[in-house]
């Protein structure tokens, strides 16, 4: 009889240093110093699902399938071996499959006989599969609410999950949330290659109804873990027929249903069942494992209840934004215009918390007088409702002070005075006002189609990009004032913001934006350096130019997703572009005499002609034609116009004698005259009269035997819209009529 321990021949040889470490259940990898695997057992090949993948030079630690987010911690483990050290913990592992796993690894230092640290020595087994259960548990929840933490929105939340359990810990992961009163299934997950086939298990998106009794019902009922250790020894009534028999087809074997309570409410439920499908050393749960996935289930609770709120919080914001921009864009005649908002993704990542990301940005068109166009971009400083508020109060001031057809930057001082206005009032502990205006970057601008006129002034903002024959540059901008709210006191914002003019030639267009478009932060996992303010425009007017022969929503696309990165603040685009046919208009002068209103009347008449223009909407016009001139002529008299020097030829005169001068007074009546300009569009005709008279009109109210004071009520009555504007020579009254009905 052989003593304890003495070994047979064949358990001998059995038991040689590479018979082991084939046969045991323990992964096991040989590293040299700079982390190249020189040896890996069968176990590990299994462990993390790579036996198509022979050991060689070209193989790291890395290449096991630890997942980019544990790099780091890989990096960690090797610098502290190779110093003498052990280090232990748990990696997320994801297997050539796809599906995830973590991995409990343990590493220590492989020494050469002289003691010297050659290489690394990592043991590696399946979490939460071994004797050691206990100690594994508090490490993998930790990682469990590491991975929950970092997502914001349900969808992905509920997928992660699935993610993590199936098929560590279960072949069927069912989650299931209430809306109102109804409990519906998000997530249906199951072992790789398997799916339940149609009309059995209910699929994602259907009411889920378990029947009184039933284990999930029991859960939800008592907010309480509920296990099934073993479907053979237990019966619970089914939700129906075809699930029973599904049930026993794939040999479900045990299950463990987890209520997910947050904040005292029931957000649902989460199912994780084994069955016959795959091949596991314990088919059945256990206490231990109901213990633990109802831990799990807190985790994923709190997270689903930060996802819904967020994007409570997110669709609130957005809404709220999206209210204050413009729901739609007119139809203008010679300029094609698209627009893009994006919010900025959510960057929990960067240590910014969870946040809507909405901000200030926002973008306008605005009709203005005889078929011109006010376009404007603008930035305010912040993030969240309170920027989006400012930004709407700043829009519908912008929009207000358009309408008076003012230079740009009159209205860009305009402007600067009332983002101080709206600054919220704070004062110090004497009493004093220390208010802090918003800060805000804005550009206007107003087009003229007709004459392809660009009149813009700045306020801090970005240029916008000009392209040109499939040359995209930025504009050049000789003036870049103050953003608003920022200019220095006792200095006038006239002496600020300066209009500048242009030419937009035919078929070119502007790309107006943003800084979140250009601001953007490189991807979390490359590693790589921001870029500068050159290169990131630089990279940008390369997209574009390779899209500039295409629509303005194509070259509005080719922008936003120009410059590489995450989008970290959100973003406005704007793109016009000028008809490259020039449109049709007519254009004289008068001088201003009561004969010349039949003139001006006739001119009209005969342009409409030209033009097609339906023969009612026509005579509708050029009978506002002749109450407008009229108005003029009768006005003329009485205006100011400046005196040209007198210059007499011969001896001077007395002074009673010099101011009847023969044919004086004639000269100067002849002075006066009134330009009349005609525009035709796509669905609107336009006219404009312009005079000298500094005086804008007025609408009166005339009595019953006034033989005047009729003709702009006549024209508010009859015309689409109508107004006056200032001139550097006088002022300039219009009106527009629509070729198509009212």
Same mark, same amino acid.
């Given at each position: ?457 700045? @306020?801090?903002? %970005?240029?916008?990009?000009?392209? !040109?024959?499939?040359?995209?540059? /930025? *504009?050049?901008? #000789?003036? $870049? ?122 001119? @009209?008449?005969? %342009?409409?002609?030209?033009?097609? !223009?339906?023969?009612?909407?026509? /005579? *509708?016009?050029? #009978?506002? $034609? ?117």
């Amino acid at each position: 009889m052989k003593r304890w321990g003495d070994l047979s021949q064949d358990s001998a040889d059995h038991m040689t240093a590479g018979n082991v470490l084939d046969h045991a259940e323990m992964a096991v990898v040989v590293t040299d110093r700079f982390s190249n695997v020189l040896y890996w057992n069968p176990f590990a090949e299994r462990l993390f699902g790579r036996p198509d993948r022979p050991v060689g030079a070209d193989q790291t630690v890395l290449s096991l399938g630890i997942m980019e987010k544990d790099h780091p911690l890989a990096v960690e483990l090797a610098k502290h071996v190779l110093k003498g050290g052990v280090w232990e913990g748990t990696f997320d592992v994801a297997r050539a499959d796809g599906t995830i796993i973590y991995v409990r690894a343990q590493a220590v230092p492989l020494r050469h006989p002289s003691g010297a640290v050659t290489g690394i020595v990592i043991t590696a087994r399946e979490a939460m599969r071994s004797n050691e259960r206990e100690k594994d548990r508090f490490g993998l929840l930790e990682r469990i609410g590491e991975r929950l933490a970092s997502s914001l929105y349900v969808e992905e939340t509920l997928n992660r999950v699935a993610e993590m359990l199936v098929p560590q810990f279960a072949d069927h992961c069912f989650i299931e949330l209430t809306e109102g009163d109804r409990l519906v299934r998000k997530v249906s997950t199951h072992v790789q290659g398997w799916t339940p086939p149609p009309g059995t298990w209910r699929p994602v998106g259907s009411e889920i109804r378990y029947p009184a009794g039933h284990y999930a019902e029991i859960a939800l009922r008592r907010q309480e873990t509920i296990i099934v250790e073993d479907f053979a020894q237990m019966s619970y009534p089914s939700p129906s027929e075809e699930s029973s028999r599904l049930c026993g087809e794939i040999g479900m074997t045990s299950a463990i249903v987890a209520p997910l309570c947050a904040r005292g409410e029931t957000l649902g439920l989460m199912y994780l069942g084994m069955s016959n499908l795959t091949d596991r050393r314990s088919p059945h749960y256990d206490a231990f494992d109901r213990d633990f996935v109802g831990a799990i289930a807190t985790r994923v609770a709190i997270a689903v209840d930060n996802a819904l709120l967020f994007e409570e919080e997110r669709h609130t914001a957005e809404s709220f934004q999206k209210y204050l921009l413009p729901r739609e864009l007119p139809q203008l005649d010679g300029l094609e215009i698209a627009v893009r908002y994006y919010p900025a993704a959510p960057l929990a990542s960067h240590g910014q918390g969870i946040q809507t990301q909405v901000g200030g940005d926002w973008y306008d068109v605005i009709p203005l007088s005889a078929g011109r166009v006010g376009i404007v971009i603008g930035d305010v400083e912040g993030r969240g409702a309170k920027a989006a508020a400012v930004m709407g109060q700043l829009r519908a001031a912008l929009r207000a002070f358009a309408q008076d057809d003012k230079s740009p930057a009159d209205i860009l001082a305009r402007l600067n005075e009332w983002t101080r206005i709206i600054a919220a009032p704070e004062h110090d502990d004497y009493g004093a006002d220390v208010s802090t205006p918003p800060i805000v970057t804005c550009q206007y601008l107003v087009y003229d189609a007709w004459s392809r006129q660009l009149s813009f002034a700045n @306020a801090g903002h %970005a240029p916008p990009l000009l392209i !040109v024959d499939g040359m995209v540059t /930025e *504009l050049d901008i #000789l003036e $870049v004032g103050q953003p608003l709210g920022v200019n220095a006191k006792g200095m006038h914002a006239d002496l600020v913001y300066k209009e500048e003019n242009r030419v937009l030639p035919p078929g070119a267009a502007l790309l107006l934006y943003t800084d979140g478009l250009v601001d953007r932060r490189p991807v979390r996992e490359s590693g790589e350096t921001p870029l500068t303010d050159d290169e990131t425009l630089s990279i940008l007017c390369e997209k574009v130019a390779k899209a500039s022969s295409e629509t303005v929503e194509r070259i509005a696309d080719a922008a936003t997703v120009a410059v590489p990165g995450e989008i970290d603040d959100d973003m406005a685009i704007l793109v016009i572009r000028s008809a490259g046919k020039e449109l049709k208009y007519e254009e004289r002068t008068f001088p201003a005499q009561p004969i010349m209103v039949g003139e001006a009347r006739r001119m @009209a008449s005969e %342009a409409f002609a030209n033009w097609g !223009v339906p023969e009612e909407r026509s /005579e *509708l016009a050029c #009978l506002l $034609v002749s109450e407008v001139a009229t108005n003029v002529v009768l006005h003329a008299a009485s205006a100011s116009v400046p005196r040209r020097e007198l210059v007499l030829d011969g001896p001077p005169l007395p002074f009673d004698e010099s101011w009847d001068v023969p044919g004086f007074d004639n000269e100067i009546v002849n002075e006066k005259e009134f330009t009349l300009r005609l525009r035709r569009g796509e669905e609107s005709i336009w006219v404009e009269v312009f005079d000298q008279d500094l005086r804008l009109p007025r609408i009166r109210s005339a009595g019953e035997n006034d033989e005047g004071g009729r003709g702009l009520y006549l024209v508010d009555q009859l015309a689409r819209r109508w107004g006056s504007r200032p001139t550097k020579e006088g002022k300039a009254v219009w009106f527009e009529i629509p070729t198509r009905g009212r």
